[in-house]
């Protein structure tokens, strides 16, 4: 193949691919932020000791940045040293390309560094530190671009850290610094510039990450918190619906909406909720029960059910329509999910034991298991392993504190 017909495919393609496959998770849990990767013809067994390893990187720095990959390049943050960075990775190959400053190390008891996953949007990547500092740069070298604190826009640092993913919508980025100015704020991508900040809702900051949804003919962002489950207008910050939320301690997974249907749930003992969107922003409660507790390990739905770790049962299996649990499972214990190809990516936060199951109501079938090997030594001893898997480009990526590891899933 000529040099000139390779550049024309990576014009028309916009990126290089990775093994073969188009890697696209430009942001938090995905292209539609529903932790659902878009990849096909994936293994469905693992063989023994699972996957082919393809690289390991082991200088990631302290943290529980997820990944951002986008054509050859992975985005994460890490603590190295004494600042929180922005790192660029060839993620064909796992060798660093670049990394920028953002700002001080957030320290906490629980580990130590940054917490939220970049986003990738274009030719910039925006990314916030555990202190609450917003970059955005060049995606080819890392050239800074703007910065924003969250404090400058009257947000407090939460206890655990800044934890949420900004998400990038037409020309605003979107987050929540919290507090009484207004809770939710949008600023020009391009500049920094704040264009509106949501007077109306003043929660203090959590640890969810914004779902958009277009519904009743707007543009809103719906995000929750200890107190409340909120859709805000895209346009200008307007409240349009607000429910209560009774979180307890921290309040972390992300929100899942589908066709006015809304569903969130939180651990310390909260529960789920489904709740639907009517016309004039009426808001309906479906049901609120108990059987799916999620801390922290996400939830994923899938067709019309809902699987994640919920605290008390282990692995549960949920419908999504009326909050009946289908089966449940101990097999494995508590973490984090992925989705890719009707199949669940399992990971248990103490052992770092990663194992494939179906997404399946029919109850839980495993087909592979293996153990994160090397695990990193210098983790706090509050700490575990929490980063969510990330499943794109025929590859399963993975984290444990400084030590990234990456997996080949292709059938060959």
């Known amino acids: 193949m000529t040099r000139r017909i390779v550049l024309v495919m990576f014009l028309m393609s ?10 696209s998770w430009p942001h938090w849990r995905g292209p539609d932020r529903t932790g659902i990767s878009k990849d096909t013809g994936l293994l ?22 997820g990944f951002s990959i986008v054509g050859d390049r992975l985005y994460t943050l890490g603590a190295r040293k004494d600042k929180e960075q922005l790192i660029a990775l060839d993620a064909n190959v796992g060798k660093e390309v670049w990394a920028a400053d953002i700002g001080s190390v957030l320290s906490n008891n629980w ?42 826009l009257s947000g407090k ?7 949420e993913s900004v998400l990038v919508d037409g020309e605003r980025v979107v987050c929540t610094p919290g507090e009484k100015k207004g809770a939710m704020v949008a600023l020009s991508k391009k500049t920094g510039d704040v264009l509106w900040q949501s007077k109306d809702f003043t929660d203090g900051a959590q640890y969810a990450s914004i779902v958009p949804a277009d519904f009743n003919g707007e543009r809103q962002y719906i995000q929750l918190t200890k107190k409340s489950i909120v859709g805000i207008a895209a346009s200008d910050g307007r409240l349009l619906w607000r429910a209560d939320w009774p979180g ?60 994640g770790y919920s605290d008390g049962p282990g692995w549960v299996c949920q419908e999504f329509s009326t909050g009946k649990r289908i089966w449940a499972e101990k097999n494995l214990g508590k973490g984090a999910i992925g989705c890719a190809d009707g199949m669940l990516y399992l990971l248990s936060e103490d052992g770092g034991t990663v194992v494939l199951i179906e997404a399946s109501p029919l109850g839980w079938k495993q087909h592979g298991g293996f153990k994160l090997d090397p695990q990193t030594k210098l983790r706090k001893p509050a700490g575990r392993i929490w980063t969510h898997p990330v499943i794109t480009g025929g590859r399963l990526f993975l984290r444990d504190q400084e030590i990234l590891y990456c997996f080949d899933l292709k059938v060959s």
């Not at 990631?60 to 940045?65: E, V």
Request: charged share 20%.
């Open 111 to 152: 580990g130590d560094g940054p917490r939220s996953t970049p986003t990738v949007d274009g030719d910039h990547v925006y990314a916030l530190s555990g202190q609450g500092t917003l970059i955005c740069v060049e995606a080819k070298d890392g050239k800074l671009a703007w910065k924003r604190s969250m404090e400058s």
């Open 44 to 65: 469905k067994k693992w063989p023994e000791g699972g996957p082919k390893r393809v690289w390991l990187f082991q200088n990631a720095g302290m943290g529980y940045s």
């Open 248 to 307: 307890q301690t921290a309040v972390v997974p992300t929100p899942i909406f589908r066709d006015g249907l809304l569903y969130v749930t939180s651990g310390y003992g909260v529960g789920c909720k489904l709740l639907k969107l009517g016309e004039g922003h009426k808001v309906m409660e479906v049901y609120f029960n108990k059987e799916m507790k999620n801390h922290h390990g996400g939830v994923i739905l899938v067709g019309d059910h809902v699987y």
């Open 14 to 23: 916009g990126n290089l691919a990775v093994s073969g496959a188009e890697a």
């Open 157 to 163: 640092v939460p206890d655990w850290g800044y934890t």
